[in-house]
T-cell receptor
């Protein structure tokens, strides 16, 4: 069964460092998303991406964040200068273009720990 | 804006007990509604969904009915198992065909622990 894959599964970084989280969405999907989940808290929307541009972003997604689809398969989230409060699980998700039900398919997440 | 509210956890039940996790939503129009489940150490998996009023989503013995009049989508299971221990998230999105790229909005999650 097709799945969304994310790397790395866990990354530890120092405050102020740049981090890139990688995702390979399901191959025929057209819509891509990043969410984050701070430990014990709700899953929060960060950004959605379609047709090579951001279609929506939340207040959390400030200038320190960026997304890119550098080729036909990868979808990356970059945090330019990490802060302690960026420590969270980051989930990538994708959605097919022809479904009417709005279902998102999620990866298993990348845990980011900022020290 | 649109939002989802779930009952607070953790919920602790004995095996074979009846489960209800309440979920209510606030949205303009008629959103699609979902329950996602997150097993320990894993990502989010779709459990069930409903896209219009009075629809019942069901999967793995879980059920939820889209109640427009009460803006609710409560999750139920008649007899829980230890393997059902997980965090359950209620979520909504724009109606089918309205905004294909629309995001999911999640509730805060409800942790379920089932004891043997």
């Amino acid at each position: 069964e097709p799945e969304v894959t994310q790397t790395p599964s866990h990354q530890v970084t120092q405050m102020g460092q740049e981090v890139i989280l990688r995702c390979v969405p399901i191959s025929n999907h057209l819509y891509f998303y990043w969410y984050r989940q701070i430990l014990g808290q709700k899953v929060e929307f960060l950004v959605s991406f379609y047709n090579n541009e951001i279609s929506e972003k939340s207040e959390i997604f400030d200038d320190q964040f960026s997304v890119e689809r550098p080729d036909g398969s990868n979808f990356t989230l970059k945090i330019r200068s990490t802060k302690l409060e960026d420590s969270a699980m980051y989930f990538c998700a994708s959605k097919a273009g022809d479904t009417g039900t709005g279902e998102l398919f999620f990866g298993e997440g990348s845990r980011l720990t900022v020290l | 804006g649109d939002s989802v509210t779930q009952m607070e956890g953790p919920v602790t039940l004995s095996e074979e007990a009846f489960l209800t996790i309440n979920c209510t939503y606030t949205a303009t129009g008629y959103p699609s509604l979902f329950w996602y489940v997150q097993y320990p150490g894993e990502g989010l998996q779709l459990l069930l969904k409903a896209t219009k009023a009075d629809d019942k989503g069901s999967n793995k013995g879980f059920e939820a009915t889209y109640r427009k009049e009460t803006t609710s989508f409560h999750l139920e299971k008649g007899s829980v198992q230890v393997s059902d221990s997980a965090v359950y998230f209620c979520a909504l999105s724009d109606p089918p065909g309205y905004n294909q790229g629309g995001k999911l909005i999640f509730g805060q999650g409800t942790e379920l622990s089932v004891k043997p």
